[in-house]
C-alpha cells in the first residue's frame, strides 16, 4: 500500500513555472514506477509524464515533451514534475500516480495502482 501526497499547484500566468511534488510513503519507493495525469473539466484524466523505478527511464506526451520535466528523488520518496513555459490549455488538476510494475514507464490510467488527491494548476492568459 502507497499513500500519495501532490503539493505545488496554484495559478501562474502563461509562460511561467511551477514544480509539482509528490511524495509517496509506505512501501519501498523505487519498486514503483511514478506518473503524473492531468484532468480538466469536462475532460478524461491523461497522461502527461511517468518515470520508471530506479533506472529512472523517462516519457512524457507528445503536448508537453519540452516544456514538462518528470525527476525522482528516491532518497526522499518524492517525484517532481517541473512545468515551463506554461499554457492557459494546461490548467486542470494534476495527479500523480504509482505502478507497482517499476520497471518501465506505463501511459494507461489503468495501469496505475495507487492515486494521489491531485492539485490545482491554472494558467490563466
Known amino acids: 500500500q502507497v499513500q500519495l501526497l501532490e503539493s505545488g499547484g496554484g495559478s501562474v500566468q502563461a509562460g511561467g513555472s511551477l514544480r509539482l511534488s509528490c511524495t509517496a510513503s509506505?512501501?519501498?519507493?523505487?519498486?514503483?514506477?511514478m506518473g503524473w495525469f492531468r484532468q480538466a473539466p469536462g475532460k478524461e484524466r491523461e497522461f502527461v509524464s511517468a518515470i520508471s523505478g530506479s533506472t529512472r527511464t523517462t516519457h512524457s506526451a507528445d503536448s508537453v515533451r519540452g516544456r514538462f520535466t518528470i525527476s525522482r528523488d528516491n532518497a526522499r520518496n518524492t517525484v517532481y514534475l517541473l512545468m515551463d513555459s506554461l499554457k492557459p490549455e494546461d490548467t486542470a488538476v494534476y495527479y500523480c500516480?504509482?505502478?507497482?510494475?517499476?520497471?518501465?514507464?506505463?501511459?494507461?490510467?489503468?495501469?496505475?495502482?495507487?492515486w494521489g488527491q491531485g492539485t490545482q494548476v491554472t494558467v490563466s492568459s
Open positions: 500516480a504509482a505502478d507497482r510494475n517499476g520497471l518501465g514507464v506505463r501511459t494507461r490510467v489503468h495501469d496505475y495502482d495507487y
Open positions: 509506505g512501501d519501498t519507493f523505487t519498486r514503483y514506477g
